[in-house]
Each structure stands twice: as structure tokens, then as C-alpha cells.
């Protein structure tokens, strides 16, 4: 794989028709860094995670994830990489553990099954989950199980789209520490999100407005774009301003 960038997405496009969801977009992520995707509802977001996941071809531009590009390998990528989506598939009527099995046997994992779960099971901490079925479960809960589930396979880039919406502080916060030591182990973090205390954490950003890239870089060069004293929270309010 590149040794510079877990991903390069270039000039990077998508219209619906005459709408253009994601209209030109470039940056670079670096491996290990975890990486925000903010803005408004329907500035592109999910679209652009979508494209870079293998999912979605591009109308324009080009991207490489893992060292393959996305367009013509997207097998390759999909390999490289694990996916929480907005609605991560758990099956309700599973426990945590046949949640984790079902997946395991999704990836083609085998004789490294039982060690992966016992992985996961550790480090997303789900023993206090014993037996019960997943429907049953909290949501903060159903999200940790959701990330040891997108991670059994040990993707070297991981695509995180909300993962947080709906889950209590106390929860979030044990959710973001996970996060944050798999970044140090050298997982690459692409995630949305709609609360700007978790983005001021991350180590890059790049806002959208309709699709297109508005302001990228650290939190801190972020806020100096926008000017002294400006709040992530105060630069998304005046970005939606913009779309209306
Ligand atoms: N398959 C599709 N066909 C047509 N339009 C689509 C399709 N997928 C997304 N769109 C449109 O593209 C735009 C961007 O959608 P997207 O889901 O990427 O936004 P988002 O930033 O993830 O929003 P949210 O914060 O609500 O999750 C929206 O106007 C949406 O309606
Ligand atoms: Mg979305």
C-alpha cells in the first residue's frame, strides 16, 4: 500500500441526476490519523464514505483506499477495509456473540474465529452483555458490538458513519477511547459526526456544504480559517446558514 496516505480521494465526484451530492472533492488521510467528516444533513457525507468503501462508483475523480483504487479494484478495498454504517446490520434475534460469529463467517475468517471474537469481546467490552439478545440491548451497547463486529477482519482503514448518534456522554466517551487506541495501534479513523466536542478530538477534519470541501485541516487551522474566537460549533451553524 502507499506508505504516505491510507487515502487519497481526488477532484472526487457523485451527481443523482442533476444533483451533485458530492461535487469535486480532495484530500489525503494519513495512516493512523482519525479523520472527521462534518457538516450539514445531506452535504455528502454518507455519499463520500460510500465512494470510498467501494460501494458507490464516482462520477468524476479518483480515490485510493489502502493503496487500491476504489474504481478499479473495489474488491480489494472492501478487504481492506471495516464499515459501521448509519444502519449497521446487527440481527436482533442473535446474541453478541452469534452477532460477532455470523460476521466472522461474512469476512471468511476460520481458524482465527475464536480468537478474533475473544478479541472483540475483550477490547469493545461485552462481557457485561452475557447472553442476551441484541435487540435487548442499550444503544451504546448495540454500538460497541456493531464496532467489534466491522473490525474482526482487521481492516487497516475503518469507516465510522455517526456512531455516536443516540448514545449517552458516559457511553460515548468509552466508545472514543476505544477508537483512540486503535488509531494508535495504526488503524486509519474516517468518521461523521454531529457533535463538535468529539470532532475537536480528532486529529483532521474537512467540513462539507453541498458537497463541497469548505475548510480542512486540524481543529485548531480549522477555526483560524473562520476567523478569532470561532467554535466547530459556530462554523457549522454558519455553514448551514450558507445552504439555506
Ligand atoms: N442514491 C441516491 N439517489 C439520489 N440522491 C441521493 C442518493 N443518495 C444520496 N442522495 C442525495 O445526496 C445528498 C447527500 O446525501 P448524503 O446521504 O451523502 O448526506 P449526509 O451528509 O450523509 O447527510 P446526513 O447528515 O443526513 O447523514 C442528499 O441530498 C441525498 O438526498
Ligand atoms: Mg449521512
Known amino acids: 500500500m502507499n506508505a ?22 480532495t484530500f489525503d488521510i494519513a495512516a493512523g490519523e482519525i479523520f472527521g467528516i462534518l457538516g450539514p444533513n445531506g452535504s455528502g457525507k454518507t455519499t463520500t464514505i460510500r465512494m470510498l468503501c467501494g460501494l458507490l462508483t464516482p462520477t468524476a ?11 478499479t479494484h473495489p474488491d480489494r478495498v472492501k478487504s481492506a477495509i471495516g464499515y459501521m454504517s448509519q444502519a449497521f ?5 442473535l446474541t453478541a456473540e ?9 469476512y471468511g475468517l476460520d481458524r482465527d ?8 469481546e475483550d477490547r469493545m467490552k461485552l462481557a457485561e452483555l452475557g447472553g442476551r439478545l441484541s435487540a435487548q440491548l442499550s444503544g451504546g451497547q448495540r454500538q460497541r458490538l456493531a464496532l467489534g463486529c466491522s473490525l474482526l477482519h482487521r481492516p487497516q482503514v475503518l469507516f465510522l458513519d ?83
Do not use: C
Not at 4 to 25: I, M, S, W
Not at 61 to 69: E, I, K, L, P, Q
Not at 113 to 120: K, M, S, V
Open 162 to 244: 455517526e456512531p455516536t448518534a443516540g448514545v449517552d456522554p458516559a457511553a460515548r466517551r468509552l466508545f472514543w477511547t476505544i477508537i483512540r487506541g486503535l488509531a494508535d495501534e495504526g488503524t486509519t479513523i474516517i468518521v461523521t459526526t454531529h457533535y463538535m466536542d468529539e470532532a475537536e478530538r480528532f486529529d483532521r477534519l474537512a467540513f462539507l456544504s453541498r458537497g463541497t470541501l469548505t475548510a480542512y485541516g486540524t481543529p485548531t487551522e480549522v477555526k483560524r480559517t473562520f476567523g478569532e474566537n470561532m467554535t466547530l460549533e459556530d462554523i457549522f451553524v454558519q455553514l448551514q446558514g450558507s445552504e439555506a
Open 4 to 25: 504516505a496516505h491510507a487515502v487519497e480521494a481526488r477532484g472526487l465526484a457523485k451527481h443523482f441526476g442533476a444533483l451533485k451530492a458530492v461535487d469535486g472533492v
Open 98 to 106: 452469534e452477532n460477532l460469529r455470523f460476521y466472522g463467517g461474512v
Open 89 to 93: 446490520g446487527l440481527y436482533g434475534d
Open 61 to 71: 475523480g479518483t480515490a485510493t483506499v489502502a493503496g487500491s483504487d476504489v474504481t
Open 113 to 120: 474465529l475464536g480468537a478474533r471474537i475473544a478479541w472483540a
